[in-house]
């Protein structure tokens, strides 16, 4: 088997949570993980796609639980095309973000945590079988999407962010 679906939600999220460690070893490793990250993925979504062609649609079940008790992703494809999508865009917003305005690195480490986060959600959206796990994934993207229209300190970002909260 080349990968697993469980890997494009483990491996962003991992990446996130290190972002900050390794900016403290190397503070331009802020700034090019995320590309790494997202290129890997996109290695992986695309060689999924053509297991998924040979071979018929991917379900990972998580915990040995059946479908309708536990924890499942679907990689069919439908959402390996979306998945794809998803994270080309991801990588497509990274390459132009990569020398954002040139801003400070806690700045830079926020930015690419709660990039790296979004696209976690986006992509778990799609890829998750079940409902519940689907709202979860709703709500990290909804998160970050309100951290990241917040972004700059300002008075026209805070008040973006709080109608993109309320509606």
């Known amino acids: 088997m080349v990968g697993t679906p469980v890997l494009f939600i483990a491996i962003p999220l991992l990446a996130a949570f290190l972002i900050p460690l390794l900016g403290f070893v190397w503070k331009e ?3 090019i993980l995320p590309g790494l990250v997202l290129l ?6 695309v060689n999924l796609m053509g297991q998924v062609a040979h071979s018929g649609t991917i379900v990972e079940v998580i915990a040995g639980w059946a479908p309708p008790w ?3 992703l679907v990689f069919s494809p439908l959402t390996g ?25 806690q700045e830079a ?10 696209i ?16 979860v994934f709703i709500e990290i993207t ?17 008040e973006a962010s709080f109608k993109y909260l309320i509606i």
């Open 40 to 45: 890997y993925l996109l290695y992986l979504a």
């Open 142 to 158: 909804s998160i970050s999407a309100y951290a990241l229209t917040a972004f700059y300190k300002g008075r026209d970002s805070a």
């Open 29 to 31: 490793s802020v700034r």
């Open 109 to 118: 480490v926020k930015y690419f945590i709660l990039l790296l986060m979004m």
């Open 70 to 72: 536990g924890i499942n």
């Open 120 to 135: 976690t959600g986006s992509v778990g959206i799609v890829l998750t079988g079940d409902i519940f796990n689907q709202f």
């Open 81 to 105: 095309l979306l998945t794809t999508l998803m994270i080309l865009m991801g990588f497509i917003i990274w390459i132009y973000s990569y020398r954002f305005k040139n801003i400070d690195f």
